[in-house]
Nanobody, 125 residues
Framework: QVHLVESGGGSVQPGGSLRLSCAAS??????????MAWYRKAPEKERERVAT???????TYADSVKGRFTISQDNAKNTLHLQMNSLKPEDTAEYYC?????????????????WGQGTQVTVSS
C-alpha cells in the first residue's frame, strides 16, 4: 500500500547525533494512516519499537531512548524523522520505519502493515 524508504544512517561516535528520515509514498485515496513508527533491530536482540507517532499526534518512546530521541513528521514532504542525540554504543542497530494504513472506515489495530528496508546506525569510538 505504502512504500517507505529510510535514509540518514551511518557511523558516529558515542555522544554524537544522527537524523533518520523515512520518505513515504502517498496514502491511497480512502485510506488513512493510523500511526508511523521507528523500530530497531540489533544482532542477537529482539526488535524494539523505538518511537511512535499516531494520527492524533500522540507520541510514545521506548524507555531506552526517552530524552534522547525525537520523532517528528514533515507532512508537506510526507516524511517521518527520528532525531537521535547522545547516541550510545547500545543504540547500534538497523533502524526501520513502519506504518499501519487502513481503509478509512476500518478500525486501527496497532499492527504494522508497511515496512521500509532499514538503515544501519553504528555508534562506536
Amino acid at each position: 500500500q505504502v512504500h517507505l524508504v529510510e535514509s540518514g544512517g551511518g557511523s558516529v561516535q558515542p555522544g554524537g547525533s544522527l537524523r533518520l528520515s523515512c520518505a513515504a509514498s502517498e496514502v491511497p485515496d480512502n485510506y488513512k494512516t493510523c500511526y508511523m513508527a521507528w523500530y530497531r533491530k540489533a544482532p542477537e536482540k529482539e526488535r524494539e519499537r523505538v518511537a511512535t507517532l499516531t494520527n492524533d499526534g500522540t507520541i510514545t518512546y521506548a524507555d531506552s531512548v526517552k530524552g534522547r530521541f525525537t520523532i517528528s513528521q514533515d507532512n508537506a514532504k510526507n516524511t517521518l524523522h527520528l532525531q537521535m542525540n547522545s547516541l550510545k554504543p547500545e543504540d547500534t542497530a538497523e533502524y526501520y520505519c513502519a506504518t499501519e494504513v487502513r481503509f478509512f472506515s476500518s478500525r486501527c489495530r496497532n499492527e504494522d502493515n508497511n515496512w521500509g528496508q532499514g538503515t544501519q546506525v553504528t555508534v562506536s569510538s
